[in-house]
């Protein structure tokens, strides 16, 4: 029952940026935690974000592997139901088809380990993103 739409991705240059959406229906994403991977052309899937739910004392966190800290930024509106993964300078190496997933799993301690290793229940069917030179 659950679903996740990814939605805007599209062609751009190196240098620009693109932001994209996944709308949820099924769940909130108020709840869980809301992950970001890409799987680019003859390359296994990889993480690349994670934005945390709230909680009840904590608030929300990110996490984001290496290659686009300071370059990408992941956040959630939860009145709209939807995570985004804002994407800012972007070069060729980013090409890739993006995918957004949810999972239940809550972690303490070293979360970009724990969240990438995560099991993920619920995954979007992946919108491309190309980034020509």
């Known amino acids: 029952q659950v679903q996740l739409v990814e939605s805007g991705g599209g062609l751009v240059q190196a240098g620009g940026s693109l932001r994209l959406s996944c709308a949820a229906s099924?769940?909130?994403?108020?709840?869980?935690?809301m992950g970001w991977f890409r799987q680019a052309s003859g390359k296994e899937r990889e993480f690349v974000a994670a934005?945390?739910?709230?909680?009840?004392?904590?608030?929300?966190?990110?996490y984001y592997t290496d290659s686009v800290k300071g370059r990408f930024t992941t956040s959630r509106d939860n009145a709209k139901n939807t995570v985004y993964l804002q994407m800012n300078s972007l070069i060729p190496e980013d090409t890739a088809v993006y995918y957004c997933?949810?999972?239940?799993?809550?972690?303490?301690?070293?979360?970009?380990?724990?969240?990438?290793?995560?099991?993920?229940?619920?995954w979007g069917q992946g919108t491309q993103v190309t980034v020509s030179s």
């Open positions: 934005i945390t739910s709230s909680g009840t004392s904590s608030g929300s966190s990110t």
């Open positions: 099924g769940r909130t994403v108020s709840t869980g935690t």
């Open positions: 997933a949810a999972t239940s799993k809550r972690c303490s301690g070293d979360g970009y380990v724990c969240y990438l290793t995560a099991r993920y229940d619920y």
